[in-house]
Structure formats: structure tokens, C-alpha cells
């Protein structure tokens, strides 16, 4: 069983910063990679930015520059450092993670359960 929990989402005022992190726990045996998804109201989810187990990363034209995605390898936590916010970054975001479990030996996408950001203007 492996688990996925995000956290840090809130309300935020347009050019303002969130960091939102999230930890994997259960029966890994290897945590491979790693991003974060988010989904507006009427729309398809979508990649933010994704972190191999090396530190390689990608991310959407739309936050480059403005979001920052780094991960923990000993505590199996990624984090997604959000700067100058605009409303349109408004979203559940959600983290996923590529790992391969301790009981099967397959690799397998595993999703948390979203953590809402919201502009206040």
C-alpha cells in the first residue's frame, strides 16, 4: 500500500508565494519520478512540473520561471515552491509519483488525493 498526501494549498493573493510539498509512505521500494498535476474547474488536468529520482526537471511553459519543484529523496517528499501567483494558477494540484512497491516489483503511478490553491482577488 503506498500513499500519497499533499499539503500547503490555501488562499493566496495574486503575486504571492505557496509551497506545497508531498509525501510518499507505505511500501516503496523506489520512489522513480515525481510531479505535480493541476486541474481547474472545466478543464483537463494538466502537468505542472515533474523531478526524475536524479533532479532532472520539466516544466510548463506557463509557470517556467515562476515555480520551482525540488525533491527530498530521504524522505521521499517532493515540494513545489509556487512565486508571483496569477489567478489563472488557480487549481487542485495534484502530486503523483512513480514507484515501484516493496510487494510487486512493478512500477506504478500513484496519485494524491489534490490540495485546492485559490487567488483571492
Known amino acids: 500500500q503506498v500513499q500519497l498526501v499533499e499539503s500547503g494549498g490555501g488562499l493566496v493573493q495574486p503575486g504571492g508565494s505557496l509551497r506545497l510539498s508531498c509525501v510518499a509512505s507505505?511500501?516503496?521500494?523506489?520512489?522513480?519520478?515525481m510531479g505535480w498535476y493541476r486541474q481547474a474547474p472545466g478543464k483537463q488536468r494538466e502537468l505542472v512540473a515533474a523531478?526524475?529520482?536524479?533532479?532532472?526537471?520539466n516544466y510548463a511553459d506557463s509557470v517556467k520561471g515562476r515555480f520551482t519543484i525540488s525533491r527530498d529523496n530521504a524522505k521521499n517528499t517532493v515540494h513545489l515552491q509556487m512565486n508571483s501567483l496569477k489567478p489563472e494558477d488557480t487549481a487542485v494540484y495534484y502530486c503523483?509519483?512513480?514507484?515501484?512497491?516493496?510487494?510487486?516489483?512493478?512500477?506504478?503511478?500513484?496519485w494524491g488525493q489534490g490540495t485546492q490553491v485559490t487567488d483571492s482577488s
Open positions: 503523483k509519483g512513480t514507484i515501484v512497491t516493496v510487494t510487486t516489483g512493478y512500477e506504478y503511478d500513484y
Open positions: 507505505g511500501s516503496i521500494f523506489s520512489l522513480n519520478a
Open positions: 523531478i526524475t529520482s536524479g533532479g532532472s526537471t
